[in-house]
């Protein structure tokens, strides 16, 4: 079945800084990645996703990248905020899996 | 209902009891996922169910456990003699249709379900 690894597992960084947390899968049929945010006690949110068939994706002040030979993707934050800190869960499915496979986490902490 | 609905949020069970877990999803979507979150862990997907299909079980631990969903809507996720490594958090999601292969995948998660094993 699928594989998803994800890295790192933290992450620190200053206000305005970027972020970038990165994964890689390993069902090379796989076609959707999604990106999941939990906030501290509370469920995760979809917060941006991309198709294989498209190479980056941007809303606001994220974006995600897919290398489908290397099979890796990667998500982006810039400008980053306080209301930022989170943990970021990245996911792929396709091919013959049915549910959607995700990765360990990122706990991402940005410093004031 | 307006979102993913789980029942109960916390439960507190004794080592040995069989507990069980309630999940209502999204008013007509499909798809139902149960999901386990340890403590500062990832995402360990359990089962999936798609409409009338086979559910996919591949993801549950033990025979312990299992879940059903009765006439397509409300799952039911049962731990039979539980013990301490059960302790987690169980999440439950839900999709719809959608159009398209992202609309189809979009996962709605409830608030989820905090059991523990004393």
């Known amino acids: 079945g699928e594989n998803v690894e994800q890295h790192p597992s933290t992450l620190s960084v200053q206000e305005g800084d970027s972020a970038v947390i990165k994964c890689t899968y390993s069902?090379?049929?796989?076609?959707?990645f999604p990106w999941y945010k939990q906030e501290l006690g509370k469920r995760p949110q979809l917060i941006i996703d991309i198709r294989s068939n498209v190479g980056e994706k941007k809303d606001q002040r994220i974006a995600v990248t897919l290398n489908k030979t290397a099979k890796h993707f990667s998500l982006h934050i810039t400008e980053t905020q306080p209301e930022d800190s989170a943990v970021y869960f990245c996911?792929?499915?396709?091919?013959?899996?049915?549910?959607?496979?995700f990765g360990s986490g990122t706990q991402l902490t940005v410093l004031p | 209902g307006a979102g993913v609905s789980q029942s109960p949020s916390n439960k507190v069970t004794e080592k040995g009891k069989d507990v069980e877990l309630r999940c209502d999803p999204i008013s007509g979507h499909t798809a139902l996922y149960w999901y386990r979150q340890s403590l500062g862990q990832g995402l360990e997907f359990l089962i999936y169910?798609?409409?009338?299909?086979?559910?996919?079980k591949s993801g549950l631990p033990s025979d312990r456990f299992s879940a059903e969903r009765t006439g397509g809507s409300v799952s039911t996720l049962t731990i039979q003699r539980t013990q301490q490594e059960d302790s987690a958090v169980y999440l439950c999601?839900?999709?719809?249709?959608?159009?398209?292969?992202?609309?189809?995948?979009?996962?709605?998660f409830g608030a989820g379900s905090r059991l523990t094993v004393l």
């Open positions: 996911a792929a499915k396709g091919g013959s899996a049915r549910q959607l496979t």
């Open positions: 069902d090379s049929a796989s076609n959707y």
């Open positions: 169910f798609q409409g009338n299909s086979a559910p996919d």
């Open positions: 999601a839900s999709s719809g249709r959608g159009t398209g292969i992202s609309g189809a995948n979009v996962l709605t």
